[in-house]
Nanobody
Framework: QVQLVESGGGLVQAGGSLRLSCAAS????????MGWFRQAPGKEREIVAA????????YYADSVKGRFTISRDNAKNTVYLQMNSLKPEDTAVYYC?????????????????????WGQGTQVTVSS
C-alpha cells in the first residue's frame, strides 16, 4: 500500500511558476513509476507528465512540453512537478499517481487505468 500526499498548489498569475510535490509513504518508492495528472472543471482527468522508476525517462503532454518538468528524489520518496510560464488553461486539480513495477517493460505510463495509487489532489489556479 502506498499513500501519496500532494502539496504546493495555489493561486498564481499567468506567467508565474509553482512547484508541486508528492510525498509517498513506504520503503519501496523506486519500485513505482510516477505520474502527474490534472482535472479541470467539467473535463476529464488527463496526463500531464510521467517519469520512470529511476527518473531517467520522462513523458510530457504536448500542452505542457517546454514549460513543466517532472523529477523525482527516490531518497526522499518524492516526485516533483515544476511548472513555469503558467497559463490560465493550466488551472485544475493536480493529482500524482503511482504505478507498481510490472512485467510490461514500460518506463512510464500515460493512462489513468495504468496507475495503482492516487493522491487527494492539489488545486492550481492561474489568473489572467
Amino acid at each position: 500500500q502506498v499513500q501519496l500526499v500532494e502539496s504546493g498548489g495555489g493561486l498564481v498569475q499567468a506567467g508565474g511558476s509553482l512547484r508541486l510535490s508528492c510525498a509517498a509513504s513506504g520503503r519501496t518508492f523506486n519500485d513505482y513509476a510516477m505520474g502527474w495528472f490534472r482535472q479541470a472543471p467539467g473535463k476529464e482527468r488527463e496526463i500531464v507528465a510521467a517519469i520512470s522508476r529511476g527518473g531517467g525517462v520522462t513523458y510530457y503532454a504536448d500542452s505542457v512540453k517546454g514549460r513543466f518538468t517532472i523529477s523525482r528524489d527516490n531518497a526522499k520518496n518524492t516526485v516533483y512537478l515544476q511548472m513555469n510560464s503558467l497559463k490560465p488553461e493550466d488551472t485544475a486539480v493536480y493529482y500524482c499517481a503511482a504505478k507498481r513495477r510490472d512485467s510490461s517493460g514500460s518506463y512510464y505510463y500515460t493512462r489513468l487505468g495504468d496507475y495503482d495509487y492516487w493522491g487527494q489532489g492539489t488545486q492550481v489556479t492561474v489568473s489572467s
